[in-house]
């Protein structure tokens, strides 16, 4: 490093230094103002470091403090992007570490069987008036258009069909508990 480098880093030092105890407590204030107390210390260390390390020309000293703001004013900024992308990534790093429920196949077996048996025994028509509304979420109109039949006639129909299916859960109830 040449001597005249050296010497222009030394008193670029100097000013900063000097700033550092003049104007860092106001740095400070702003920080805190802006982002929360923890880190406000890592606003003022970077807003420092950037200016020692910035090859731009130093304001004159009545100029320094708003130049400071304006460095102060990026680093809080950063900061608060950071966080954002931290928090986001903490999110989605925690939906996919989280521990993927394993379904209880002993009563999804049941359960399947129990749906199963209560379709077979409905007339076909009901069933697949049945699967429209519950399995395809469908409204009665729309599964109306598909079987065919008016709105009316499915309204009916699915009236009966529930009540059909109730009582059947309500004869089944204990022969088909869950675990």
């Known amino acids: 490093m040449s001597s005249v480098r050296a010497a222009v880093l030394e008193q670029r030092s100097a000013v900063v230094g000097r700033w550092f105890r003049q104007y860092g407590p106001a740095i400070k204030r702003y920080a805190i103002r802006r982002v929360d107390h923890e ?25 320094a403090l708003p ?29 996919h570490d989280q521990v993927q429920q394993v379904p209880d196949t002993a009563f999804s077996v049941t359960s ?15 069933a697949e008036l049945l699967r429209l509304v519950v399995w395809e979420d469908l409204d009665t109109a729309a599964a109306s258009k598909v079987l065919g039949i008016s709105p009316g006639a499915a309204r009916v129909r ?22």
């Open 39 to 63: 880190r406000s210390d890592e606003v003022v260390s970077d807003v420092f470091a950037a200016v020692l390390a910035s090859r731009s020309a130093l304001p004159p000293e009545g100029e």
């Open 112 to 126: 399947r069987a129990w749906v199963n048996e209560v379709l077979d025994q409905l007339p076909d028509e009901d």
């Open 158 to 179: 699915l009236h009966r069909i529930r009540r059909r299916v109730q009582r059947q859960l309500a004869d089944s109830k204990n022969s088909w508990r869950t675990p």
């Open 67 to 95: 130049w400071l703001y304006a460095f102060a004013r990026h680093k809080a900024l950063e900061l608060h992007a950071s966080l954002g992308r931290q928090a986001r990534l903490s999110t989605r790093l925690q939906a």
